[in-house]
């Protein structure tokens, strides 16, 4: 599900799971962003031509609603630029669930649910423009009550739309252990579940024990000072026989609140597709990483044990 509408996966092609095209990450939260919307669309849109000459012809947005999620905006640089992009429902409970608004603080976990499951069905604030995920995010340590509850919901989300649940969730292993658990709880398969910047993570025990869950792994900050490091990642995940579970992207950001320079999310590109053809990986290979694997993660269908 695009912000224009429903395209069939094997149209998405080569896509990036894990970006920012603009975001208030910084600044205080809001319920509606305040840009400015023709330098926003002139930066933005610039950009992203440049990624789509470069190969690009998807952007899944992760900026949440309270983050800076304007899903009107996403909708008008999707149509400037010819490049499919989706958007998300949820709450992004990192950052000491700053992002996290009052009512979800005091809802119960179906309360929440049923407002994402409405933004699914009716449309993002009144625009028509439908998610095509969800997108969380968790702090480190155990997980704190407010972002298990949020967890709750997007499982019993996921039991009503079929949308795929990304969450933050970086380095904390610990945090890793009980979303596991919680998707069993709610007979959802490992698969409907994203563990975002598991490139952070040090524990490559619980990297491996999650990929052998059969949970995706975003290896989203690729970046030209850190392809050996993804290098080794990818590297880990063939030797068990798990690239089908890869997903490489940047956690860029082309836009931000506040005059906070650009995350730029080219690397890819420029430099990590290059380093995977020096190391010898098949284009196969690589277009399973960058086009198939996206494609598949982000079709929506319930995944249930």
């Known amino acids: 599900m695009t912000v224009r509408g429903p395209v069939r996966p094997a149209e998405l092609g080569l896509c990036l799971p894990h970006e920012h095209l603009f975001s208030i990450f910084g600044e205080e939260p809001a319920e509606r962003a305040e840009y400015d919307v023709p330098k926003l669309m002139g930066e933005v849109s610039r950009y992203v031509n440049s990624l789509r000459f470069l190969g690009c012809r998807a952007i899944a947005d992760g900026t949440t609603a309270w983050f800076g999620r304007d899903a009107s905006l996403?909708?008008?640089?999707?149509?400037?630029?010819?490049?499919?992009?989706?958007?998300?429902?949820g709450y992004y409970g990192a950052a000491n669930d700053r992002y996290v608004p009052r009512s979800a603080r005091e809802e119960s976990a179906s309360q929440i649910a049923a407002r994402w499951v409405s933004e699914y069905t009716g449309g993002i604030d009144g625009t028509g423009v439908k998610p095509g995920f969800m997108k969380l995010g968790v702090d480190a340590g155990p997980l704190s009550a407010i972002d298990e509850k949020l967890f709750e919901a997007a499982c019993l989300a996921h039991h009503e739309t079929g949308l795929l649940i990304t969450v933050h969730t970086a380095d904390a292993v610990e945090a890793t252990g009980r979303q596991l658990e919680l998707l069993k709880k709610h007979g959802i398969r490992a698969d409907a579940w994203v563990w975002i910047h598991a490139n952070n993570c040090k524990d490559e025990g619980a990297l491996k024990s999650a990929a052998e869950a059969g949970a995706w792994l975003s290896f989203d900050g690729v970046a030209p000072e850190n392809v050996e490091r993804h290098l080794a990642l990818v590297g880990m995940m063939k030797s068990m026989g798990r690239l089908k579970q890869v997903l490489l992207s940047h956690d860029g950001n082309s836009f931000r609140a506040g005059g906070r320079p650009m995350k730029p999310y080219s690397g890819l590109f420029t430099h990590f597709i290059p380093a995977l053809r020096e190391a010898k990986y098949s284009e196969t290979e690589i277009r399973l990483m960058t086009v198939d694997n996206p494609a598949r993660a982000l079709t929506i269908g319930k995944r249930l044990l």
């Open 74 to 89: 996403l909708r008008r640089v999707s149509t400037a630029t010819g490049v499919h992009v989706l958007t998300n429902t």
